[in-house]
């Protein structure tokens, strides 16, 4: 039996459980490289938002210098007015400060902004970056306006430089902008319109985790983490995240689904190959079960079968003469036939219990003449094997409604086990009694009893103990008590057994008083 559940656990094995072990390491394994895919995806989409708002600040700033190079060198009597009215269309914008190409300062516009201290920060940048201002004329001399920031000591405001002509003379012009101001309002309506309401987008002063600006315009203490600097602001950064929830949490959250979905599909592949193999095994234990009882019940059929074959010879041939010795010779007889009729009867019973065929006929019994009648049928084994047999009848004993002939059944199977399994102390105790609303019959040995893992098992058909090599020693059926728990079944009743390895065993029947079915 063993080598066929060996082979039918790997064929298992084999089948279905490595085949979903390697299904689930794959599809993990793609889950997580589609979930990375994803995520740089998504990553990816971000960086070109935060790309297409830089590069729209970058366009105004542009396009506010081209206005301003245009307004000068379209001179006229009230340009200085023209100047401010484009600047003051910037609310962001504080003021610009030009300087001719030898660093010396031309203008502030407007007028009234006039700070002696910026104009000397200013002079003593462009004097300590000379590199720079030699960069953007390169870039100036190929067609091309490079606008580039530059550091500034106060925090509230940022420098930008770029080169403009005026009358064919190069400029060197410095705007100060409140930066703060330029994101929130100058970039807003952009700003609102890439998010959509799918995005929060928000701007951070460095080193604050909390935004001064964001798109959802409501306050929120949840950090972005994904932030790129603005181009044209030194100090300042853009975060973007999808709304409600973050890149990151997405990816788990659908990681997580996946893999639940991925455990679900094993948890029912896996139970499914359990559940084929306890099938397979019971299967198995069932046809070696089958196999022993047909070994056992052969060896109990042959066992009185070649007894009365030998006497019945010994008698037909005359061998015997004495009268006693005859009469002791036909008694023999009669008791093993009694015991193969016992035999056929029982695997009879069994057949009919099995098929659900057995009819139960119940009339007012006293347990105590069933026990009485039953006795008779195994005296003869009980003197011959050496048993000390006792009965302790309760003379007060109400009638039940049983099937007779049933109860009687299973009494003598508890008899016949009792001397089954007691080989050296040789001693049987039969009681009756009442126990509330029961009557019932105990039968008593002192012989090898039963563990208790194996008691919730030999009420099933075919179970013998094999502890000990005990299913050797004894022969049987493995039915008696198979049938005994029918017949009590069928009955209303109870069955209880207690037992322990080397202290004997007790069963008791329990009938109810009132019983007035047929079955």
């Not at 094995?13 to 490289?33: H, K, M, T």
Request: charged share 25%; with cysteine; glycine share 4%.
């Amino acid at each position: 039996m063993s080598s066929s559940l060996r082979k039918v656990s790997l064929l298992i094995i084999a089948i279905i459980v490595v085949p979903v072990l390697i299904f689930s390491v794959f599809e993990i394994g793609n889950y997580r490289q589609n979930e990375k895919v994803i995520q740089d995806i998504y990553k990816n989409q971000l960086d070109a938002i935060l790309f297409s708002i830089n590069q729209y600040s970058d366009d105004i700033i542009s396009n506010f210098a081209s206005r301003i190079e245009n307004s000068t060198n379209n001179f006229k009597p009230d340009s200085g007015n023209v100047l401010s009215k484009i600047i003051n269309e910037m609310p962001a914008l504080i003021c610009v400060v030009q300087f001719d190409n030898k660093q010396e300062k031309l203008s502030t516009i407007p007028g009234s902004f006039n700070s002696n201290s910026l104009n000397n920060e200013m002079e003593t940048y462009l004097a300590n970056n000379s590199k720079t201002i030699k960069q953007l004329q390169t870039y100036m001399a190929n067609g091309y306006r490079k606008i580039e920031p530059i550091g500034n000591t106060s925090k509230n405001t940022q420098w930008i430089v770029y080169l403009t002509h005026s009358n064919e003379k190069e400029v060197i012009n410095i705007l100060v902008i409140d930066p703060e101001k330029f994101i929130s309002q100058v970039l807003d309506p952009k700003i609102q319109e890439i998010a959509k309401g799918k995005f929060d987008i928000a701007a951070y002063r460095s080193g604050e985790d909390l935004p001064f600006y964001t798109a959802m315009k409501k306050s929120s203490s949840r950090r972005i983490t994904d932030r790129e600097p603005f181009w044209l602001f030194t100090n300042y950064l853009m975060g973007i995240e999808l709304k409600d929830i973050t890149i990151a949490d997405l990816t788990k959250e659908r990681v997580k689904r996946n893999l639940i979905i991925i455990g679900l599909m094993d948890i029912i592949l896996l139970s499914g190959a359990w559940i084929i193999f306890r099938n397979v095994k019971k299967q198995v234990e069932l046809s070696q079960l089958k196999n022993d009882f047909v070994s056992n019940v052969s060896h109990e059929i042959r066992t009185p079968l070649a007894l009365i074959t030998m006497y019945i010879e010994t008698l037909e041939m005359g061998r015997v003469k004495n009268a006693g010795k005859i009469k002791e010779y036909y008694t023999i007889i009669l008791n093993e036939t009694t015991r193969l009729s016992g035999i056929v009867n029982r695997i009879l019973n069994f057949s009919q219990i099995d098929g659900n065929k057995r009819k139960y006929f119940l009339n007012e019994t006293n347990l105590n003449e069933v026990v009485e009648n039953a006795a008779l049928t195994f005296r003869y084994s009980i003197e011959t094997k050496g048993f000390d047999y006792s009965f302790e009848p309760d003379k007060d004993l109400p009638q039940v409604m049983t099937d007779r002939e049933a109860v009687t059944d299973a009494f003598v199977n508890l008899v016949d086990n009792a001397m089954k399994y007691s080989p050296s102390n040789k001693e049987i105790q039969v009681r009756t009694g009442r126990d509330d609303r029961y009557v019932y019959i105990e039968v008593e040995d002192h012989g090898l009893g039963i563990s208790e893992k194996n008691q919730k098992y030999i009420f099933d058909k075919f179970y013998r103990v094999t502890e000990t090599n005990l299913a050797n020693k004894v022969k049987g059926s493995g039915l008696g008590l198979a049938i005994v728990k029918h017949i009590v079944d069928a009955h209303n009743g109870k069955i209880n057994v207690k037992s322990a390895p080397g202290s004997g065993s007790l069963f008791r029947l329990s009938f109810p008083i009132k019983q007035n079915n047929q079955l």
